[in-house]
Structures are given as structure tokens and as C-alpha cells.
């Protein structure tokens, strides 16, 4: 074997192997396109930027990826983010209280929220877009009796104050916040039990079942994190935006669907890596800013990112059915050195 | 068999001619050349052990196995058949009865009759009138009294059934393939089913009929053609009369020689005791599948459970591991009650159980080697808060090394792998937990010979180190040769228990088809 085919074979390898092989390949060329096109997309400001803007997305991702590996499906993030954040609010501006305690209330709805979904996915078996589908109406329909559809505006100075603060006077808080969140998210994954119990379930839920793994518990808590983090996402945007609005968040059960599956994770579960997914939030707010900075409308972006989904679905699938030859060429192989031995 | 019997034939015109059907699987040969035909007015059995090429045939039949897909020929009448789906098949008159009833459970008796074949008025709608009467005289042949507008979901097993055959009538077929009709159904629904099949026969629709139960095959069908290893072996007729010592033998055949490690027996103390288990049908509501069962298990003991397929083994021992809902039942551990709801609680107990569909519930797919076979024990690496990979790994790789998994590592892909060597990785998962007692379910289906043989070794070592050990398998030879008991489960209880040497393989399967 030669060392120049040794390589390839690796690089194959590699790209069948890792599940983010399909983003970071999207990322480089991305990156190196959106340069040419436009010089300025890597200074130092503009990355800041997309981080900064990405930082939203990527808390609500690791939630997503952990739901979508066990093989479930959150649709009620973008409610339960607009929700979070007004209790917050109002818990601030009408009731007074300390800002961390509203912080905290606003988190315990996002936790209410996912439990009901989690019992409803888990106990009453309604299937997870269903169940997740009635719980968007629900904390939206929340949303609007609240507010009557009026922002609660205005937040407390130190509360607004919050999202802006720069870690050593340059870096947002948001991104190393949530980089922290996204790195948690990554060793729960990929090196507890339970990380490895979601992966189970997502793969085969029975087997994972015949080895003792407690289903009921691990989705439980993936649906409870989920809108937890959610929550914590739309109340940090509330601070950025120094309201809390009873539309934010609509449609972000999308993005961060979106971004989780260009990030290589399977929505039909079992594979998919957290770094996978945190860079694909990152390559949705890259691709969203290299477009605005491109002067493309926004209704002309709405394409661009569907036809990336698709096309990293297509991927995907084209990595799946590369694995899947292999995997039927290679017991065949193996017979055949059984027979001869 | 005989020249009276050639006679017959040609005497009669055959409806279905099989020349010599080869199918090959990527690995095995399903089928290796068959040839038979099926006559006018005739009940054909088509009877074999698991795996002896009769589903595989049904489904080129059937067309769910294309044209093409296979080689020789078939030829219905006189016009050779490529049949590209199993709708073409239909439309050619040939008419199947599965198994698992495949009715839409939520619509009515007279849709599913019609389906797909809905009568139309002549502005395109559907005749709602000719669908009741067509449905009405459909049921009237299969002898049901039935209000056609009720929804199948309601209806017994047995009248589900009937509602399937009245639908595969409705198709005006030449040929009807009914797959162990009788699976779901008592005996006396069982005696009405087959005075109906009688009737068709007469009425000039050729049937074939597939079971395991010998003593139905003998009572019922003109006709039994023995399949092995693919292979049509040998055909009798009801004419000559049945012999079911010979028809049992031709089903078994050869013997596998010195696959099997000598068996040194340690028995010990009782281990486990299960009483009165009854577990309810996985598929059929109201209906038990395991109705009354007790038995113990010792230590280093091999308990073996035969029967056939539907007779309940797997379901007694999913419902003892936990994996299944059982009706009642107790189970005694070292003399002492546990209950056990969940696979966790049983693990925790010190069970393990190797499942018959490693597919479905054996491996997890999107997993590697170390990942599968780490999935149980995977609470005891971890420190601190992380799983320890070094461990994890060291453990994995002794596994590996152990069971001779072939495979470039243990970072392999477990989909990667053949049929054998998945069966040892998941094995592994089960041997590095702290098992007392290992629940096998058909431990050596699909597998090649050495791989095999590797497995009863590692049985023998497993039960001197103390670990008690039941085995379900379809393989009579397996059974006789490694266990030191034999449970035989029929009809959801034990018919009869044999010790070591008692048993052989015509007396296990008296016992298991209730001859």
C-alpha cells in the first residue's frame, strides 16, 4: 500500500467517521468564499460579531442536540424562550424582585415547560412534535394573555447592563458564556453515562432498554434541559434588547433545528457530536451575517438557508450510504479470509 | 415418491410450477434450485425447520422478492410470471395470508375486503352499496356472519383472520398462501379454518399451506413437501399415508458433528425459580401467550427451552428479564422473591439476556465495538463524574481479544461486522457485567458454523465458573447437545420436560407440535 493512498484512506475515514466531518468541510469553504467575496468578514470586529450573535443560538443547540440524538424533537423552544424572558421581566419591573431571583424564576418556567413536555413525550407516549407542537401554542398563548401583546419595556438599567458587559474589556459575556455551556454540553455528551445513554436511545432505544439503561429518566431530563436553557437564552436576549417582547423567538425552533442538523446531527437520532452542532449555530449566524454584509435581503437569505439544509441533509445521506456499503462489503471480505483459514 | 403417485399428477393439471428457484443473499443461499408444483384442487404443506428457505420462497411468490431478484422460473398455468411487486402478484391470482394479519385495523370489515380494489359508480365515486354486498358475500364464503360496517380493530384474532382470507378471496386468486394461520387461533377456530380451506379446495382454489404444526399439516393437506437447507428434500402424499417419525427426520437431516465441546455438568443449588408465569399476547389483545409456566434453573445448570415458533419462549423469557409486561407470575432469586419490572432491575439482580433479534434489540447500530459492549457495565468506569476512557477501552480490549472478534479494533463500527462477530460483542456486554444467571434467545441464529462452535465453548466455560445459562433455540441439535435439561413449551405451557439423554429430536418435536 502506498503512503499517498494510505492518506486518502484516512481522509475518508475520517470524514465517515466524525459526524462534524460534513460541517467543518461546509465552515472552511464558507469562510474562505465569504473572505474573498468580502475582505473585512474576518476582522477582529466582525467575528466578535457573529460570535456574539451566534452565542443566542448555540445555548439553545446544545439543548437541541441532546433531544434530537435521543431521537425526540422540541418545537416549543421559541415559545418557552419568549416566555422565560417575560417572567423575568415581569418579576423585575412589576414585582420588584432582585434581579437574580427574577433570572431564577424565569429559568424555573423554562424547567416547568420541559418537564410537561418531557411527561407528556415520556409518560402519555404523545409523539415528541405533537406534544411539543401543543406546548409552543401553549407558552405563546401564555405569552400573549400576559402582555396583551405590549413589550414589557422598560428593564431595570442593571439588567440590561448585563448582556453588553465585555470579559476583559473586549469579549461580550455572551460568547464566553456560552462557549462554557456549549463545552458542558460537550463532556455531559461525550463522556458521562448519560451522554452516553442519549446516544443509546437515540440509536436503539431497545436495546438500550434490554441493557438496564432508565429511558423514561435520561429523556426526562434532555426535554427538561432543553427548555431551561431555552429560557435562559431569551432571557439573555432580553437583556440585549432591554425588553422583553412577546414575539422574540418566533420561529427559532427552525434555526436551531437547522443548525444542529448541518452540524451533523441525525434527526433521527443516535449520532451527532456537540461540536458538530455548536459549529453549525456558528455557520448559521456567519452565513446570516456574510449575507447581510453582502446586502442580500433577507427574504433572499430565507432561500439560501434552505437550500443548505437540504444540502447538508444530502450530505448526510450520501455519508450514510457511503457507511452502509461498507459495512455490507466488508462481512463478505471477512467470510472470505474465514474460509480460507 | 411412487409411480401411483406421478400418475396423479398427470393426471391432474398443475396451477403453479416452481423450476428450480435459486435465491442468493450477499453470504448465503437462501434457496439452492427448488422445483415443485402446486395441482388443481389441491392443499400443498410446505413444512421445514426455521431457515430452510419457505418464507424466502413465499416472498418470491408473493413478489415482495422481484423478477430477477432470483433465478429459474415460474409459471402459473402456462405463462411464466415476473412479478415486479406483490400487487402484480396479486393481479396474477396469487393470494397470501401472512402471518401477522396485516388488516388497517381502524377501518371497516368491508373496506378492508376491498381494498384497493374499491367498486366505482360511473361518476368515479366509490359504490358504497356494492362494497357491503361484495363484502357480505366474501364473509358468507369464508363462513362469518359479520356486520360489515364494524371496525376490524374489534374483532377477535380468529374472526381477523377470517376478515384476511374473505379479502384475499375477494381477489378471485388461483392460488392461496396461508403462512401458520392457525398461530393466533384456538383449536376448535382452528378446526373451522381449515373446514373452510377444504371448502375453497373443492370450490378450485389450490392452496398452500405453511406451519409447523405437523399433526394440522397431516389432517388437512393432500400433499407435504419437506424443505431443508433450501433444498426440497422429499414430498408424501396423504394417499400413501403420513408418517410423521419420517417427515421429521427428512426435516432435521444430517447431524452437525463435534461442534459441540463435552458437556461436564456441576449442577448446583437452585438459582432461579419462576412460578405460574403467564404473559399476555404481544399482538393479540386478550390472549395469553404464555399461559401457566414454572420451572427452575440450578447453578452452572444449561436449561434448554424448545418449541416452536409462537410457542412463547421468547416472551416467558422477556417477561422474566423484565423486557416484556407479564400477567402474573413469581420469581424466586437463591430462594429469595424479587420482583422484577424493568431490564434495570433485572441487571441489577445479576440476569443477563442475549435477545433473538439482534437487530432490533441486540446492538445499537450508530455505535462502535467498545460503545455496544461497554453498555451495561458502563456505571462502574466511571470516576468522578467522567467515564474513564483508559478503562474503558483496557475492558473492551480484553473482551475483544477474549471472544476473537474479528474486526480491525475495537473502535469499529459494530454495523461494519458480521452476524457472528456482532453476536460476540454483545455477548461481551453482558460477560463484563456481573451476571449469575444468562438468558441466550436463539444464540446462534444466522451464524456461520466456527462461530458457532466458539459459542457453545464459551457456554461450557461460562457455566463451570458458576453462571447458570437458558437457552431458547429453534435448533434441536443445539439443544440436545449442550443443555442438561429441556423445557418443551407448547401452546403456552410446558408439555414435557427432558432431562440429558432422555430427549431426542422426534420426541422434542412430538412434544412441541402437541402430536
Not at chain 1, 68 to 96: F, K
Request: hydrophobic share 45%.
Amino acid at each position: 500500500m502506498t503512503q499517498d493512498k494510505k492518506t486518502r484512506i484516512n481522509f475518508s475515514d475520517w470524514f465517515l467517521r466524525r459526524p462534524e466531518s460534513g460541517i467543518v468541510l461546509i465552515l472552511i469553504l464558507f469562510v474562505a468564499f465569504a473572505t474573498c467575496v468580502n475582505p473585512s468578514f474576518l476582522s477582529y470586529k466582525n467575528v466578535i460579531n457573529i460570535l456574539r450573535a451566534s452565542g443566542f443560538t448555540l445555548i439553545s443547540v446544545v439543548g437541541m442536540a441532546l433531544i434530537l440524538i435521543t431521537g425526540g424533537l422540541d418545537l416549543a423552544i421559541g415559545s418557552v424562550y419568549a416566555l422565560g424572558a417575560l417572567i423575568s421581566g415581569i418579576a423585575m419591573t412589576s414585582w420588584n424582585l432582585p434581579i437574580p431571583v427574577a433570572i431564577l424564576l424565569g429559568l424555573i418556567v423554562g424547567l416547568i415547560c420541559g418537564t410537561l413536555n418531557g411527561v407528556m413525550v415520556v409518560k402519555a407516549e404523545i409523539p415528541p412534535m405533537i406534544a411539543t407542537l401543543g406546548m409552543q401554542y401553549i407558552a405563546r398563548g401564555a405569552v400573549s394573555v400576559l402582555t396583551k401583546g405590549v413589550p414589557i419595556y422598560p428593564l431595570p438599567d442593571a439588567f440590561i447592563n448585563l448582556e453588553p458587559t465585555k470579559l476583559f474589556g473586549a469579549v461580550p459575556i455572551v460568547i464566553p458564556f456560552s462557549i462554557l455551556i456549549a463545552v458542558i454540553g460537550h463532556l455531559i455528551l461525550s463522556s458521562t453515562v448519560f451522554g452516553r445513554s442519549v446516544y443509546a436511545i437515540g440509536g436503539n432505544q431497545d436495546a438500550a432498554r434490554i441493557s438496564g439503561i432508565n429511558i423514561a429518566r435520561s429523556k426526562m431530563i434532555v426535554y427538561i434541559v432543553m427548555s431551561v436553557l431555552a429560557a435562559l437564552a431569551g432571557i439573555l436576549m432580553s437583556s440585549r434588547l432591554g425588553s422583553a417582547e412577546p414575539s422574540t423567538g418566533t420561529g427559532l425552533e427552525m434555526k436551531v433545528i437547522c443548525a444542529a442538523v448541518i452540524g451533523g446531527i441525525s434527526v433521527s437520532g443516535g449520532l451527532g457530536t456537540m461540536l458538530g452542532a455548536s459549529l453549525g449555530a456558528l455557520f448559521m449566524e456567519a452565513l446570516t451575517n456574510s449575507l447581510t454584509v453582502m446586502r442580500i435581503s433577507v427574504y433572499w437569505q430565507n432561500i439560501v438557508f434552505g437550500v443548505v439544509l437540504v444540502l447538508s441533509v444530502l450530505l448526510d445521506q450520501y455519508k450514510r450510504q457511503l457507511i452502509r456499503r461498507r459495512s455490507t462489503r466488508e462481512p463478505a471480505a471477512e467470510k472470505h479470509e474465514h474460509e480460507k483459514s | 415418491m411412487n409411480t401411483k403417485n406421478r400418475e396423479d399428477r398427470n393426471m391432474k393439471q398443475a396451477v403453479l410450477c416452481v423450476r428450480n428457484v435459486v435465491k442468493r443473499f450477499p453470504g448465503t443461499i437462501a434457496l439452492r434450485g427448488v422445483s415443485f408444483d402446486l395441482q388443481e384442487r389441491e392443499i400443498l404443506a410446505l413444512v421445514g425447520e426455521n431457515g430452510a428457505g419457505k418464507s424466502t420462497l413465499m416472498k418470491i411468490l408473493s413478489g415482495i422478492y422481484p423478477y430477477r431478484d432470483y433465478e429459474g422460473s415460474i409459471l402459473l398455468g402456462e405463462t411464466e410470471c415476473h412479478f415486479s411487486s406483490p400487487a402484480a402478484s396479486e393481479a396474477a391470482g396469487i393470494a397470501m395470508i401472512y402471518q401477522e394479519l396485516n388488516l388497517e385495523l381502524d377501518l371497516t370489515v368491508a373496506e378492508n375486503i376491498v381494498l384497493g380494489h374499491y367498486p366505482k359508480t360511473k361518476t368515479g365515486r366509490i359504490d358504497w352499496q356494492k362494497v357491503r354486498a361484495d363484502a357480505s358475500a366474501m364473509l358468507y364464503e369464508v363462513g362469518l356472519n359479520l356486520n360489515v360496517d364494524m371496525t376490524v380493530r374489534n374483532l377477535s384474532p380468529s374472526m381477523q383472520q377470517l376478515v384476511s382470507i374473505a379479502r384475499a378471496l375477494y381477489r378471485k386468486p388461483k392460488v392461496l398462501i396461508l403462512d401458520e394461520p392457525t398461530s393466533v387461533l384456538t383449536e376448535r377456530e382452528a378446526d373451522n379454518l381449515m373446514q373452510i380451506i377444504r371448502t375453497l379446495r373443492d370450490k378450485g382454489i389450490s392452496c398452500i399451506y405453511i406451519s409447523h404444526k405437523l399433526d394440522e399439516i397431516f389432517a388437512l393437506c393432500d400433499r407435504t413437501v419437506v424443505f431443508r437447507d433450501g433444498i426440497k428434500i422429499s414430498e408424501f402424499s396423504k394417499q400413501d399415508g403420513y408418517d410423521s417419525a419420517r417427515v421429521i427426520e427428512d426435516m432435521i437431516g444430517r447431524r452437525l458433528v463435534s461442534m459441540y465441546p463435552e458437556r461436564r455438568v456441576q449442577m448446583g443449588e437452585e438459582v432461579l425459580r419462576a412460578e405460574h408465569f403467564q404473559v399476555p399476547h404481544p399482538f393479540s389483545y386478550g390472549k395469553n401467550i404464555v399461559e401457566d409456566v414454572s420451572f427452575t434453573l440450578h447453578k452452572g445448570e444449561i436449561l434448554g427451552l424448545a418449541g416452536l415458533v409462537g410457542a412463547g419462549r421468547s416472551e416467558l423469557v422477556s417477561a422474566i428479564f423484565g423486557a416484556m409486561p407479564k400477567k402474573c407470575g413469581k420469581l424466586y432469586l437463591d430462594g429469595k422473591p424479587v420482583e422484577i419490572t424493568n431490564p434495570e432491575q433485572a441487571i441489577a439482580c445479576g440476569l443477563g439476556f442475549l435477545s433473538e433479534d439482534r437487530k432490533k434489540n441486540g446492538f445499537v447500530w450508530s455505535m462502535n465495538i467498545r460503545e455496544n459492549m461497554t453498555l451495561v457495565t458502563l456505571r462502574t468506569l466511571v470516576r468522578k463524574v467522567f467515564i474513564d476512557r483508559k478503562k474503558e477501552s483496557r475492558l473492551a480490549d480484553s473482551y475483544f481479544r477474549k471472544l476473537q472478534v474479528k474486526a480491525p479494533g475495537t473502535e469499529t463500527p459494530i454495523t461494519s461486522l458480521s452476524g457472528g462477530n456482532q453476536q460476540k460483542v454483545i455477548l461481551a456486554k453482558w460477560l463484563m457485567s456481573d451476571i449469575k444467571i444468562l438468558m441466550l434467545d436463539e444464540p446462534t441464529r444466522g451464524i456461520d458454523v466456527g462461530t458457532k462452535a466458539e459459542i457453545y465453548k464459551l457456554m461450557q466455560e461460562l457455566t463451570d465458573g458458576g453462571i447458570s445459562i437458558m437457552m431458547i433455540s429453534s435448533e434441536m441439535p443445539e439443544l440436545l447437545a449442550m443443555c442438561d435439561r429441556i423445557e418443551v413449551l407448547g401452546k403456552g405451557v410446558i408439555q414435557a420436560e427432558f432431562s440429558r439423554g432422555e430427549a431426542d429430536e422426534i420426541r422434542l418435536l412430538q412434544a412441541a407440535s402437541c402430536t
